[in-house]
């Protein structure tokens, strides 16, 4: 099944700094979204975009899609320690359309 | 709304239990489904629902039973419970498949 792969696997920045996760994938998609984890919590939806487009901004996160290269990233500007988490993307197949999750980039943002 | 819950949030149980964890949603939702997650493996989808009364097999079937009686429920069987199945089970729903998942706070399950 094709599946979302995050890069890097850990990622650890100074507050205020921007953190840039990539997702790559392997079939084409109906969509690619974005989701954090926090610390032993469910996973909360942060964004989706869709196969024909390229970026979309959501308060500080910006996504970018490339589908010729198969690939995403995800862009949180002006980190802060509340940002700590694990990021996955989940991409949902043309024609399957179930979502199919990564193995997730653990972000540390130090106060 | 509640969203998406769980219960139990943790369960302890020997090889060869069976039990029944259950998911519930108040968003009128037509798609459910339930993952687990493991160290280093992400989450992997063992069954879904696209409605009351279908359901369907994920990636990681073996060892559990769903069923969806109702728009609201969908309950997840394991059978048999065995070591390979300790994991934390997560619940979701969506108005529609492939689309944003709202998910529960999840189950830690440990088979002794």
């Known amino acids: 099944s094709q599946q979302g792969e995050e890069d890097p696997q850990a990622l650890s920045i100074q507050e205020g700094e921007n953190a840039t996760m990539n997702c790559s994938y392997k079939?084409?998609?109906?969509?690619l979204q974005w989701y954090r984890q926090n610390s032993g919590r469910g996973l909360v939806h942060l964004i989706l975009i869709r196969s024909n487009e390229r970026e979309k901004h959501s308060g500080r996160l910006r996504v970018t899609l490339d589908t010729s290269k198969k690939s995403s990233s995800l862009l949180i500007t002006a980190s802060r320690a509340a940002d700590t988490a694990s990021y996955f993307c989940a991409t949902s197949g043309a024609g399957s359309y179930q979502l199919t999750f990564g193995k997730g980039t653990k972000l540390s943002v130090i106060p | 709304n509640a969203g998406v819950t769980q219960t139990p949030k943790f369960q302890v149980l020997k090889t060869g239990q069976s039990m029944t964890l259950q998911c519930a949603q108040d968003?009128?939702?037509?798609?459910m489904s339930w993952y687990r997650q493991d160290p280093g493996m992400g989450l992997r989808l063992i069954h879904y629902s696209v409605g009351a009364g279908i359901t369907d097999q994920g990636e990681v079937p073996n060892g559990y039973n769903v069923s969806r009686s109702t728009t609201e429920d969908f309950p997840l069987r394991l059978l048999s419970a065995a070591p390979s199945q300790t994991s934390v089970y997560f619940c979701a729903s969506s108005y529609l498949q492939g689309y944003e998942q709202y998910f529960g706070p999840g189950t830690r399950l440990t088979v002794t």
């Open positions: 079939t084409s998609i109906n969509n």
């Open positions: 968003m009128n939702h037509e798609y």
